[in-house]
């Protein structure tokens, strides 16, 4: 009919819309060979930058094409005098300005902005530092251009105070800038150092930046920003390395030594631990972590080649800036008794705080217990709560951490397992600190049924030779071969579902891994390498249904076991 628009079908114009995008797609993929085939020939070329610039301009995130664009510019520095240096990158810059606007959170155009800043002869990094300011009025929380800015600043000489004024700005804007906040948390010991250690924060300082995570955190509640930032305030120093434990073991050729550290460390790499046998430094020492492999670890064990005989035998351990620790190996004894260092009489898992610092805290928990009583299912609280009252004193608030957690659980079930795993650490914690107390012995150590969904601390568990875990909640052990000492493992009752690290367990001759969730030959044979394990109990498990002679199968896997429980 006249006068009347005829529409396209739904059809028709996807059919034109395919057709389209067929026919860019051929285009690019052309461009693409051509760029290629180019680089290939090595014609670095003004035509290949005229290339290589029409198609970043519609894909900018084309990594590799940046980096051919860089293999002409280093090129042309040869080729050109700085002036034209000078010229082409200025036009670069432009170039990549417009880029950014096509995408502004493209690694590859702020990499490439970085690499022209850097190669060129005469850059202007105060204007860079406006280009930072201009995206970031755009988008306060781009994490690529904050990166760059630091970048700039550096390069620009901007002081730190100023920095840190600018973070202020950003986070009066907007509370949820996760990235100001961070950059925040780098300057805070610049601007404000505590003059007794660099490293710290001035108390003046930080109570002002407590003031300020309070305002933001009572403002918007379920903002995670100013929580992250608020726990970084209250973190934990990091602590030295120090050896806690030492023992030695007698050997047909001489000793054998076990250390357990406070920190995971690497002695195959570093050479500031002395150890000396009745007084007499031994050099040349070989460590090898439990688990055998080049990484840091918290256990590391040695063999000493002297023969020990008819006399007691002292060996002592002192790591750079640490206490000495010595144990003594009686004539006639096959192991020394196993010593702590004094440090750690207390086991104390949290730092020692100031009294100015400690009022902090208090202060703190305070103000979010009022906000707990306003906001109360917010997970965001609950656990800082929790994490304040853990640093404050646990023993004295043990009964409404884990109330507290209980609450937690239920307001956040998506995290539950986080939650418990939580738990389970402040459990293990204040199990090993009441043993520590009480004197008990750690050679036979008892956590059964204490509902632990993992194992902490393992460093303070290298003194057991017998270890109880029945009882739990535990999926897998992936840390225990740091029990360098174990003798007897009860794991009845869990819900283990891998066997890795026991084979490494030099000493094992007991296990007891009764219902759990063990479905498979393939997992017992992970113990195959192991000369020692002489009992093992199994039954409950998946595997005992595999069809065949069970018994005979497992033995023929554990060469040197003697009995089976099924």
């Excluded at 760029?35 to 003004?46: A, G, S, Y």
């Excluded at 707990?372 to 997970?379: A, M, V």
């Excluded at 209980?406 to 956040?412: H, N, Q, Y």
């Amino acid at each position: 009919m006249h006068g009347v628009l005829k529409v396209k079908s739904s059809a028709q114009q996807e059919a034109e819309k395919r057709k389209e995008r067929q026919e860019k797609a051929e285009k690019f993929k052309k461009l693409t060979r051509k760029i290629f085939d180019k680089r290939k020939c090595n014609e670095l070329d003004d035509e290949l930058m005229s290339l290589t610039e029409k198609l970043l301009s519609s894909n900018p995130d084309f990594n590799t094409i940046w980096n051919i664009r860089k293999e002409i510019f280093l090129k042309l520095k040869d080729e050109r005098s700085e002036e034209e240096l000078n010229d082409l990158y200025s036009n670069e810059l432009r170039f990549l300005q417009s880029c950014l606007h096509v995408n502004p959170k493209s690694y590859g155009v702020w990499e490439h902005r970085r690499f022209s800043l850097q190669n060129m002869p005469s850059p202007d990094w105060k204007n860079d530092l406006k280009l930072c300011n201009q995206f970031l009025m755009y988008d306060s929380r781009n994490f690529h251009c904050w990166d760059y800015r630091r970048f700039v600043v550096k390069n620009a000489e901007v002081s730190s105070q100023d920095e840190f004024d600018f973070t202020m700005k950003k986070i009066s804007e907007n509370f949820s800038n996760y990235s100001a906040w961070h950059y925040r948390s780098k300057l805070l010991p610049l601007v404000h150092p505590d003059p007794e250690n660099k490293s710290k924060i001035g108390e003046t300082a930080l109570l002002k930046e407590f003031e300020l995570v309070q305002n933001a955190f009572f403002t918007d509640p379920n903002d995670q920003s100013a929580w992250f930032y608020q726990r970084w305030l209250l973190g934990r120093e990091e602590r030295k390395a120090e050896v806690l434990y030492l023992s030695a073991r007698k050997l047909p050729d001489g000793l054998k030594l076990i250390l357990s550290l406070s920190k995971q460390i690497n002695l195959q790499r570093e050479d500031h631990l002395q150890v000396y046998v009745n007084d007499v430094e031994i050099n040349g020492l070989v460590w090898k972590s439990s688990d055998e492999s080049e990484l840091p670890s918290y256990v590391w064990t040695t063999k000493v080649d002297q023969s020990i005989e008819a006399q007691d035998c002292s060996v002592k351990a002192i790591l750079a800036g640490c206490d000495a620790i010595e144990c003594t190996l009686v004539a006639g004894a096959d192991e020394s008794s196993w010593h702590w260092s004094q440090a750690e009489s207390n086991l104390i898992f949290r730092d020692n705080h100031t009294a100015a610092k400690t009022t902090v805290l208090e202060n703190e928990l305070d103000s979010c217990k009022l906000l707990l009583e306003e906001e109360t299912e917010n997970k965001w609280v609950m656990l800082t709560v929790i994490f304040l009252m853990r640093a404050l004193d646990p023993v004295k608030y043990k009964d409404e951490t884990y109330a507290l957690l209980s609450r937690v659980m239920e307001c956040d079930s998506m995290r539950k397992e986080y939650y418990r795993d939580l738990r389970s650490r402040y459990k293990l914690e204040d199990e090993l600190r009441r043993k520590k107390r009480e004197k008990e012995n750690f050679e036979i150590l008892d956590l059964g049924n204490m509902e632990l969904s993992a194992v902490y601390h393992w460093q303070y568990l290298i003194a057991s030779k017998t270890l109880k875990l029945a009882g739990n909640q535990l999926k897998m052990l992936p840390s225990v071969h740091l029990l360098q000492n174990a003798i007897s493992l009860n794991l009845d009752d869990n819900q283990l579902c891998n066997l890795d690290g026991f084979s490494k367990l030099p000493y094992l001759e007991e296990l007891s891994i009764r219902r759990n969730c063990i479905k498979t030959l393939d997992e017992l044979k992970k113990l195959q390498s192991s000369t020692t394990i002489k009992h093992i109990s199994i039954s409950g498990n998946p595997v005992c249904n595999v069809i065949g002679t069970i018994e005979e199968t497992v033995k023929d896997i554990i060469p040197s076991l003697q009995t089976l429980g099924i």
